[in-house]
């Protein structure tokens, strides 16, 4: 396969990926916010939020003061931004433009869809319009996954797909936990902790809730949250599952210079398959999530490197 259709597969489902990560973290922040807070407490929790997805500065650059009004535009609307969701649904269907004699008429014509549909939506702010936007976006997220997964060959570009799709929600995940991991925050197996509804309000946004019910049928725990979006191979969104599928598809296209890749693949995959929750977190939960997202930083990088056009600030 070229380089250059490989690289416009794999960046065209992390866009789609990434912007369906964006609306959980906002979701879990909308949700946050339907309880009393003071400004202070609003302030501190988006900007770890900004922070965890590394656009504090740009944020910080155009806006005062920290506010769900304007966080939300930033994050969601702002076509200046490159990491909004609307962005980020613009560049992955510019990428699908560029293949569409590689992908299927039916993932071409719902990423074209959705592009055409979210130009409708304006920047409302009220409380039943959020969540309306948020729901969509998911879904246009899960139609276009479920499109792919059930029209597309199985060949070496539904592979950089899945790599791109894994290695993305890998990222959100880590994300959305280290949002909730202020620095020295050791996670407890009790429910009577502080926060302790956010770590509710995670799962839920994570579509997880059920999950966690049906695995552990017990009160919610930071502890148990995050052994479950860590461990859990069974968890479409867990890092354990993640990395298991960018170390096997990966796997299935290696060619003569990826061999360092596919190890650096799967001795990350191995820390989760054979590692306890209590020795990745014993650096603590934050320096632990940081160094994960470097870790798949990396990784990307290492991808664009040994099969797709080499990326300029990964």
Known sequence: MLS???????????????????AR????????????????????????????????DAYLARYDEFSPATAYQFIAFDRDHGGSIVSSLWQARE???????????????TLNSTWLEIRS?????????IGDFLEWVRYRSHLSRGVTLGTMLRDEAFRFTR???FL????????????????GFAPADDPAGPDAYVWTLLLRSLSAFEVYRKVYR????????????????????????????????????ANDQSAETERRAGELHGAFRFGRLEQLLAPGLTDFLELFLERVRDLG???????LVPATGF
């Open 301 to 307: 990088g290492r991808i664009a490197h040994d099969f």
């Open 168 to 183: 993305e929600g890998a990222d959100g995940t880590a994300r959305m936990l280290l949002a909730r991991a202020r620095r």
């Open 121 to 129: 939506y304006e920047p409302d702010t009220s409380d039943g319009a």
């Open 95 to 109: 990428n699908a433009r560029a293949v569409r004699g590689t992908i299927t008429s039916e993932m071409w014509e």
């Open 218 to 253: 017990d009160a919610v725990t930071p502890w148990r949250v995050t052994e479950l979006l860590v461990l859990r191979d069974d968890l479409p969104r867990s890092l354990h599952r993640c990395t298991n599928e960018v170390y096997t598809n990966l796997c299935a296209i």
């Open 4 to 22: 250059r259709t490989a690289d416009h597969l794999f960046w065209m489902s992390r866009q789609i990926e990434r912007a369906e990560s964006l």
């Open 163 to 165: 790599i791109g799709t």
């Open 25 to 56: 973290i906002l979701d879990a922040h909308y949700r946050h916010t339907l309880l009393p807070h003071t400004a202070d407490v609003v302030a501190r929790d988006w900007r770890a939020t900004l922070g965890s997805l590394g656009v504090l």
